[in-house]
């Protein structure tokens, strides 16, 4: 169907790929009549999600690419004698659609300043790893320009919360002061703009344009490094908007230090107001982000799923929150649920990496430090306390993480027999029967094994 691919395309480029993979690419479309588009939804369930969660994108997409009354439709899989899984007959009829919610208004109010309201300061997790970003960006939403915070520059790893803090701050602002001249913009997308405006002849009204703004909220500047002619364009802009009092927000995938191939001018801008990282969540970070997200998408997660989840996804939010997504799905296709064992199965593919990640060395370290014992004595034929007490821990747990034999580990801990490995199994299991500290010692000690860099 030709009107689909245009609206999947813009779907794709305005979601997070976890959620547009779950939710929109199992759609099929059936038919266009008139201006509205008739698609097959696998159940009820992602009807309602896609309906619950995307309507105010759904419309703008579809009033934009299927025409000004454009609307999305849905059928569900399998209504109307249909087998959900056969291709449509070209010439059967399309099945009945799901009454739609009445249109929605027609003119949502909408600025260009590329804002989403998906991302606000309300819905941010604050943690050790972040909060000192979160509270500097707060702050510049306050009073834009005149904190010393000029320009703040957020740097960290993907997935970390860095284009949800530049648009909170944008909404933040425009929530107080709503005719505020804001703007988010990626650097990708400014240099897209820049190269048409300079091809069309446009490049006065281009800088113009962008020295009018109160603030200007640029992402991703890493993707600036070897563009020189944007980057003249953007020294320029950043210079007036800077002389004039106005608020500078960047975000970069690294320090400024390591922009290489950027002018050290810019560079020595770049870093002159504050600079703020934000790293990692930890695993408390990791559980309440969870929970937060149980809430908002209505989909009560019981708590040892939100702690496995805590503990297999740890580099960032956005692979953290793409599990849920990933769960959540499952869960409605197989209309099971929602336990950790569906977890452990819906999220395989994800996690089998993670889990032969955890090495014998991994545990060996982490349990060590644990005991305060030297990694080394783990392996060497010393058999005071509490040498032999981590021994024991670690073949234990090298034996429950690291998908090994029992003579593989034994092998690993100065070439010991399996049957030490055996006995160092069993001791545990008793300790952890009959110990409840012992026992949370030990579900602390995998949350740091799992959690670990290799
Ligand atoms: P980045 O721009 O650093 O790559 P994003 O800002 O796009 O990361 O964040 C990825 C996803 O994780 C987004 O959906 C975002 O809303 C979410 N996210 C990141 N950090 C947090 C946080 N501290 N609290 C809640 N959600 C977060
Ligand atoms: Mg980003």
Redesign the pocket.
Known sequence: MDAWQPVLDALQRSLPEQAFHTWFEPLVPLEMREDVLLLRVPNRFYFEWIEGHYAPLLDEVAGELLGGAGRLQYALAGSNGHAPDLDEAPDQPAPDPIPARPAAPAARPRGDHGLSDRFTFANFIVGPQNEFAHAASVSVAKNPGTTSYNPLLVYGG??LG???L?QAIGNGLLEKQPDARVRYI?SERFTQEFVEAIKANKGEEFSARYRRFDLLLM??VQFLVGRERTLMEFFHIFNALYQAGKQIVL?SDRPPRELQGLDDRLVSRFAAGLVADIKSPDYDTRIAILQAQSEQEKVPLPQDVIEFLASRFTKNVRELQGAVIRLIAHASLTRGELTLEMAREALRDLITVKEQRVTVGTVQRVVAEHYSVAPDLLLAKVRTQPIAKARMVAMALALKLCRLSLKQVGAQFGGRDHTTVLHARKRIDEWERSDPDFNQELAELVRRIESAED
């Open positions: 993907v997935g860095k284009t949800h530049l990626s992402d991703d975000s």
